[in-house]
């Protein structure tokens, strides 16, 4: 191993801007996000301050068009940046990809006197998003969501509950599916709804086993009036936004989780380099070496995984099952890995010495989010053999 211990990630970037970029969060990510990252996920302090550094360094908006404030870079620049984010604190790299999520219905929906009142401020102008599908009754059948709306006039009521939303009660802006016609997904409507909307309200934060710097809430909208101007696409498509919006928004979770892995080989790769026993380091013994191979051997097959996603997605081909691919493979490692990072470090890994035990307990909600990954086997295997028999 380098004296000077593990070494960044050789990324292939399409170009010098987008070296630059990477250069760019690296630097902002070891000023300002590392050192404090353990502190303030033990305290449960969302860090406001950085997404709002985020955004004032365009950092929020990146794979979104410059005519409206965004970065222009392409997807496969996005989601690296978002590893180098999630190897430093997951609240942040998981934050950004949520905010990317909230804005893509208005971006890839929304009509052009829409993106142009709402998307500058949205993707550079401090404001953060989240977005709202699932309910209490109904998550990984987001198609039988309750949430109804009604039109009276030129508004839409809202009310209903939304449930496991990632900045519930802290976001600037809602992207919310809610029913407008009849049962299942051709009923469903999206809108683009303000935090300050009267009756509009977030319950008590849950209490997780992670991410505790990262608010996750349930919102109640109760007579919620949203004009029919912040109604995205036509009514009766919201279903549509939302697989759009969560296609993309899968590949930010397995990009978070491969940094999540990352930086838990690092800390395990410098930890067996200094540790001895036996009069030998840790890193000496060929179990463990073979552990080691093993973490990176999956850490690299995902990340070249969520890039060919990526890379379809820039080049307009159909991606979803790559998306859904990326997602499981992607998540599941981040698991193995933490855990093997944990069982490495011996009993410190099971401290809060050290960070593997964090990174270990966030890798958890990685397979659950955005679709579980038995929901994941269940988009590949539809791709793969057809939908299931109804008989």
Request: aromatic share 6%; with cysteine.
């Amino acid at each position: 191993m380098p004296k000077d211990g593990p070494q960044p990630v050789e990324r292939e970037l399409p170009t010098d801007e987008s070296r630059d970029l990477l250069g760019l969060v690296r630097d902002l990510v070891q000023r300002e996000i590392k050192p404090v990252a353990a502190e303030q996920e033990a305290a449960g302090v969302f860090p406001r301050e950085t997404f709002r550094l985020l955004s004032e360094a365009g950092l929020l908006g990146l794979p979104y068009p410059e005519e409206y404030g965004g970065g222009g870079q392409p997807y496969q620049v996005y989601l690296q940046v978002l590893e180098e984010l999630a190897a430093a604190r997951l609240t942040v790299g998981l934050g950004t990809s949520v905010h990317s999520l909230a804005c893509h219905g208005l971006a890839h929906f929304g009509s052009k006197e829409q993106r142009t009142e709402w998307l500058p401020d949205m993707l550079g102008g401090g404001l953060l998003g989240a977005y709202c599908l699932s309910e209490p009754s109904s998550g990984s059948d987001a198609a039988a969501l309750r949430t109804r709306a009604v039109r009276d006039g030129d508004s839409w009521v809202l009310n209903g509950t939304k449930a496991w939303i990632t900045h519930g009660g802290i976001a600037d802006f809602y992207t919310v599916l809610a029913r407008t016609g009849e049962e299942g997904p051709c009923g469903i409507t999206a809108f683009l709804v303000p935090a300050d909307s009267e009756g509009l309200s977030a319950a008590t934060p849950e209490h997780k086993m992670g991410l505790n710097g990262s608010p996750t809430a349930q919102l109640h909208f109760d007579g919620v009036r949203v004009p029919d101007a912040r109604r995205l696409g036509d009514e009766g498509q919201g279903f549509p936004v939302a697989l759009s919006s969560l296609d993309s928004g899968r590949l930010g979770i397995a990009a978070c989780a491969v940094g999540v892995a990352q930086a838990a080989l690092d800390e395990a790769l410098a930890y067996t380099a200094e540790r001895e026993q036996f009069g030998r380091p840790l890193a000496d013994f060929q179990g463990l070496r073979f552990m080691l191979a093993d973490m990176a051997t999956r850490i690299e097959a995902g990340r070249a995984l969520y890039l060919a996603a990526a890379r379809r997605r820039d080049a307009g081909q159909p991606f979803s099952r790559q998306a859904a691919m990326a997602k499981l493979f992607c998540t599941d490692t981040a698991m193995q890995v933490t855990t093997d990072a944990v069982q490495l470090l011996g009993g410190y890994g099971y401290t809060t010495d050290f960070p593997v035990e964090r990174y270990m307990r966030e890798a958890k909600v990685l397979q659950i989010v955005e679709g579980t990954n038995q929901i994941q086997r269940m988009v590949v295997a539809r791709h793969l053999a057809g939908p299931e028999s109804k008989g």
